[in-house]
Each structure stands twice: as structure tokens, then as C-alpha cells.
């Protein structure tokens, strides 16, 4: 695979990004893509490793190796092919996947490891310019209908996949355009929203129905899925988190999700109510994951006075921690593109009070710095530490502390078995629900994740989805070791 040598010959390269005085001007996506040969020159690093752990990395089991070993050779069709095979959607993964697969890359135990996601990207992008995606229809209908509720990555996954089986597909989203939190959860800038509008006029031309506006169990009764031969819920972990702290009602304490979807909402000429703005504010985040991230790269697109990020956590060291070893997902300290562009981040630190005037508009916040008792075969204590109690200024605080899992609606209406997380109960690998015609794929099922599990969740949900109507199904799927094995 690659080069035999490439790894000792070229130095890992990513894609740059523009000055930071010229991209929080706008809301476009603002990376320099590497020259086609330099690309070239980043798949000719796969080094042949003879046991490609970035296949275990990877939930969707990507054909790693052999896609970068097609751009070696500039057999870039090849490689689109290979790509797609096992991943419906490159062009989201290669922006917004955090690459498990290169922190399993063999060469990174020594040096820095292979660019996949940029290479991923590269692959994709290629393959749209030159034509190569298009709509691919099933030839023949099995007479089987399908309602997919949720257009997230995992709902677009099994919709496509299921109606290459045959089956007629209606997908369901309760928002006013298709694409989940990929839509409004996800800034412009990091996924231009075109990107999806152009996968999604692929699923169209395939044959797949897209009802917007259905809120399934609030507008659009729940009964009415019993028409359906199938249903396979993929409505995400979309209930989201709060603090129980004093305060935390005030005019100006606002979840991060609202936040972002006014501003995609507002950028996309969509009315938008008494948006929130950070503009000339002290605007403080609390939560430090890539949603935290995003508030920090939109209150500065703003103009906010400052900004500022609070995590509860302990600082991640800048290396790979022993507790998380080569090849496991590292503790890791992660700097992202809106840190850079300006926030002063602080750890173990707890938020105590919403400090409000007497109209109940936020003016500042009581914090007390922590730590965390580690006692084995215990739960960590979290133990604040006296004196360190401080005030500070805060006219906007948007709360990116993440999700605790899926709503209850449909679950409580259709009479789904959920667990102790609130999840929607269904074994993995089998993703059937109590309610035997019932599926269940993505953070619905198992909580709040990753996209590219999102992904790999939603295809293997098609494929017992098409067992359970047809008694066998041609879909490709992964065995017990991650390999693929129909195609």
C-alpha cells in the first residue's frame, strides 16, 4: 500500500487555514485544500502496515489502506468507489469526524500519523467536481414502504441504504429543512450548507421522500407509522442538558443549541425571533467538546467583548495519556480552529451562581475552582476548594454541556422499551425494538455520539430492517472483526 518508502520520505501535511482577522468575518467554511500532488503525496505515506488497525479505529470499517493507496497511484475514481462502499457520506465525516482512525494508524506510534480525513475529503470532493456521484435508483421495487423518522446522518444512511434495496423510503424531520443537527447543530463554517443540499438532491433523484415540518407524535399522529411496513427511528439524543444552579433562569443564560440554529437560521434568511447575539458581550461557555467549541467560533463572528470557556474537567495533557494507549481514543488535549481564533479557556472550574440585576438579566457568574477524588471502585468526588471562589463578568452564558439523551415522545406514544439512559431500547447489531417492525440506529439508540457511528449505525440498521421484510438482504455489513463482508 502507498509508497514503500513514502512514510520516511514525506512529512504529514494538513490543510491550512485562513488569517483569523479575515475569517471571522464570515460564516463560509475557511480551509486551504493541499494541492492535488501534495494530497498525493499524503496517501503515499500508508506504510503497508500488514495489520491495518485503522480499520478497528474506524466504526464504519473504511477501506483505509486501499483508498489511500488509489490516490497514490492517482486512481482517484478508484478510490471514490472504495470509499463509498462503506461510507454513505464522506463529505460530512471528512469535515466533522475527530478521525478515530488516524489515532489508531500504525504509523502513529512513531510519527505522526496518515491525514486520512483530509485525504477522505480530497476523495469526495474530487468525485463531485468530476461528476462521478450520481443518483443510483434501484432497478426494481420490492413493494415494501419504510418511514424513517429523524434526518440526521443516521436517518440519510438508512433511508439511502434501504431504498437500494427497493423499498419505498419517506423520511420524516421535524425541522424545516433535511440534515438533523448536521443542519442547524453544526455551523456554517465548519459545514457549508450547500454540502448537504447536494447529497440530499442525490437521495431525491434516488427515489427517497422527504417530508418536512413532521414532528412525528406532536403533528403527525403516531398511528399513522402503521402503514408503514417498517419504521426505523433516528430521531438523535436531542434533550439537552442544564445545571441545577441558582440563577439559571436569567435573561441571558442560553442553551447552546438555540444559539447556534438562530444564527445558521438568521445566515440562511429564515425568521428568527429575538436572536441571541454575543455582540459586544462577556460571553462565557461552559463545556468544553466541540459545541462549546462552535459557541466560541460564533460569538466571535459576532463581535462579542470577550470569550470566555469554562470545563469542569481536568486540563487534557498535549500528548497521548498511558491511561489511553496506542491504539484506544486518547486523552488528549484538543485545540480547535475557534480556539484559536480567541477565547481564554479555563478547567476545573464550577459554575455556583447566575448572578442577575434586579430585572433578571444575567451581569456575572460565581465560580469555585475543583478537583476530582479518585477512590477505587468509587465514583469520582468532585471537591471544591476553599478560597477559590471568584465573579465574573457575564452578560451571555450558553450552556454546551451536550445531551442526556433521546426524547420520550415517540417512545412513551408507541410503548418502546427505553434503558437506564433514556436511550430507546435495541441490542446492537440487531436494532429491533420491543415492537418487532420498530428499529431503532444512531444516538437515539445508543446516546449521544459520533457521526461516523451515526453512519455505521444507520447502514447496519438498514440491513436487518431488509432481513425482517425480505427474509435475507444484499446489504453490505461488517462481521465481528469490523471487516467488511458483502459488497
Not at 520520505?9 to 492535488?36: A, I, M
Not at 477505587?376 to 471544591?384: K, S, V
Request: some cysteine; aromatic content about 8%; hydrophobic content about 35%.
Amino acid at each position: 500500500m502507498g509508497k514503500v518508502t513514502g512514510f520516511k520520505e514525506f512529512e504529514r501535511q494538513d490543510e491550512s487555514y485562513t488569517p483569523v482577522k479575515d475569517r471571522v468575518q464570515h460564516y463560509k467554511e475557511f480551509t486551504v485544500p493541499l494541492s492535488e500532488a501534495e494530497v498525493t503525496k499524503q496517501g503515499s505515506r500508508c506504510m503497508d502496515c500488514g495489520i491495518p488497525f485503522c480499520h478497528s479505529g474506524c466504526p464504519l470499517g473504511n477501506l483505509i489502506p486501499d483508498f489511500n493507496h488509489m490516490v497514490h497511484q492517482g486512481e482517484w475514481q478508484k478510490a471514490s468507489w472504495l470509499l463509498h462502499s462503506t461510507n454513505n457520506f464522506p463529505e460530512f465525516t471528512g469535515r466533522l469526524c475527530p478521525a478515530p482512525c488516524e489515532k489508531s494508524c500504525v504509523l502513529g506510534i512513531i510519527e505522526d500519523p496518515i491525514s486520512i480525513e483530509n485525504i477522505e475529503k480530497n476523495i469526495v470532493e474530487r468525485a463531485f467536481k468530476e461528476g462521478w456521484i450520481k443518483p443510483q435508483p434501484p432497478k426494481t421495487r420490492t413493494g415494501k414502504s419504510v418511514a424513517v423518522v429523524g434526518s440526521g446522518p443516521a436517518g440519510l444512511a438508512t433511508a439511502q441504504q434501504l431504498n437500494r434495496a427497493g423499498h419505498t423510503v419517506t423520511v420524516f424531520e421535524r425541522d424545516d429543512e433535511v440534515g438533523g443537527l448536521l443542519r442547524y447543530g453544526i455551523p456554517n463554517f465548519k459545514l457549508e450548507k450547500e454540502v448537504i443540499d447536494r447529497r440530499v438532491a442525490i437521495l431525491k433523484a434516488e427515489g427517497i421522500t422527504f417530508k418536512t415540518n413532521v414532528n412525528v407524535g406532536v403533528n403527525y399522529e403516531v398511528e399513522k407509522l402503521h402503514e408503514f411496513d417498517a419504521v426505523v427511528l433516528c430521531g438523535g439524543a436531542t434533550k439537552r442538558r442544564s445545571l441545577p444552579t441558582p440563577g439559571i433562569d436569567a435573561d441571558g443564560v442560553v442553551q447552546a443549541m438555540d444559539f447556534l440554529t438562530q444564527q445558521t437560521k438568521v445566515l440562511f434568511g429564515k425568521e428568527v425571533k429575538d436572536q441571541v447575539m454575543a455582540t459586544d458581550k462577556d460571553v462565557i461557555v461552559i463545556g468544553g467538546g466541540d459545541t462549546g467549541s462552535d459557541c466560541i467560533g460564533t460569538s466571535n463572528r459576532h463581535g462579542a467583548k470577550s470569550v470566555t470557556n469554562f470545563e469542569i474537567m481536568p486540563k487534557p495533557p498535549g500528548h497521548r495519556s498511558p491511561s489511553t494507549p496506542w491504539p484506544y481514543w486518547p486523552l488528549q488535549l484538543k485545540t480547535s480552529s475557534s480556539h484559536e481564533e480567541g477565547v481564554e479557556r479555563n478547567w476545573l472550574i464550577n459554575t455556583k451562581e447566575f448572578v442577575t440585576d434586579k430585572n433578571g438579566k444575567l451581569t456575572a457568574l460565581k465560580t469555585v475552582n475543583v478537583e476530582w477524588k479518585m477512590v477505587p471502585g468509587e465514583r469520582p468526588q468532585l471537591i471544591e476548594i476553599e478560597g477559590t471562589e471568584k465573579t465574573w463578568p457575564c452578560d451571555l452564558a450558553l450552556l454546551a454541556l451536550g445531551f442526556t439523551g433521546p426524547e420520550a415522545t415517540i417512545a412513551e406514544q408507541l410503548g418502546i422499551e427505553t434503558d437506564a439512559r433514556s436511550n430507546y431500547k435495541a441490542e446492537y447489531g440487531k436494532y429491533q425494538t420491543n415492537i418487532p417492525n420498530i428499529f431503532t440506529a444512531g444516538d437515539m439508540r445508543r446516546g449521544q455520539s459520533l457521526i461516523v457511528w451515526a453512519i455505521s449505525e444507520g447502514r447496519e440498521a438498514a440491513r436487518q430492517v431488509d432481513i425482517f421484510l425480505m427474509g435475507k438482504s444484499d446489504l453490505p455489513t461488517k462481521d465481528a472483526s469490523g471487516d467488511l463482508v458483502a459488497l
